[in-house]
């Protein structure tokens, strides 16, 4: 059976999960300012979003992993004896991270590197990557754990709230937006994770509460299928979780743990204070 190493970027949220695999984390850095905090080891969620709900004048920016850190990552990862490494990174529609992470894969000779675009962010990207690494365990080869990542990465979604898109416009990760810059200000639109991995407007909708129950409504009636894994994940929206997580399960019967998690800060920069999405997962 072949040693296969696994690699994630931070994006994924994964250093907020407890789990028993040997996952290597390639982490992007937070710009405020004139300081660089390298994401969750310099700072994490509730100490960021802290800082811009009190500060709303800041303009956090982000960087992707450097070439070099990730080949260094590979190297040590090949030192320990890893014959295989797969990589799982956030979609190559929002960060240069997946072509940074290829480049790597180019320069490091004496081990197979794949590189898989997860075409997502948050939880679904560390899902992929725990599964993974499950199946490695449990003796499956790259071919089979690959075969896996494309059934989750076909099967999973997200549906957005966001408070503004004052970040998502600055950071120009916003696609399709044409038509929602003239007010963006004062509406609190539904967003979307498209197929090929972009953030793409849905729907304009004018107040928090409007939108909080119109991705609730659009999830259960569009977008449920039963046996699906239903998730939040937020960005310190914490005036809202509970109000959420209680309206899925009492729309949904047969759904009774809803589990959520924090947006890491090197996403958060781009959703803003107060984002909160409904993620899933298919069978």
């Known amino acids: 059976m072949r040693k296969i190493g696994f690699v994630v970027c931070g994006n994924s949220g994964i250093d907020y999960l407890e789990h028993p695999y040997d996952i ?4 992007s850095t937070l710009i405020v300012g004139e300081k660089e905090f390298t994401d969750f080891v310099d700072i994490k969620a509730d100490a960021f ?10 303009h956090p920016t982000t960087a992707q992993t450097a070439t070099g850190v990730i080949l260094e990552t590979y190297e040590q990862l090949k030192n320990e004896g890893y014959e295989e490494i797969v990589v799982i990174t956030i979609s190559s529609k929002l960060s240069g991270t997946y072509e940074g992470a290829l480049m790597a894969a180019n320069m490091i000779d004496g081990v197979k590197v794949t590189v898989f675009d997860s075409k997502s962010v948050g939880y679904a990207e560390a899902f992929m990557a725990l599964e993974g690494a499950r199946l490695a365990k449990a003796g ?3 071919p089979e754990i ?3 990542l494309h059934h989750i990465r076909e099967n999973q979604g997200l549906l957005v709230s966001v408070d503004t898109l004052k970040y998502l416009v600055k950071n120009g990760r916003l696609s399709g937006a044409s038509g929602f810059l003239g007010s963006f200000l004062k509406i609190k639109p539904m967003l979307h994770l498209s197929r090929e991995g972009k953030v793409e407007p849905v729907e304009k909708i004018r107040t928090r509460q409007k939108a909080l129950n119109r991705i ?3 999830f259960c009636d569009e977008v449920y299928e039963k046996g699906m ?3 939040l994940i937020h960005a310190n929206a914490f005036d809202a979780l509970d109000q959420v997580r209680e309206a899925l399960k009492e729309r949904l019967d047969d759904v009774e743990d809803i589990e959520s998690y924090p947006l890491t800060p090197v996403v958060g920069a781009h959703a803003g204070h107060g984002a909160l999405a409904i993620g899933w997962i298919k069978k």
């Open 24 to 27: 290597r984390v390639i982490r």
């Open 49 to 58: 979003y802290s800082m811009i709900k009190e500060q709303p004048d800041l």
């Open 140 to 142: 499956k080869g790259v």
């Open 146 to 148: 690959l075969d896996r």
């Open 216 to 218: 609730v409504e659009k």
């Open 229 to 231: 894994t239903v998730y």
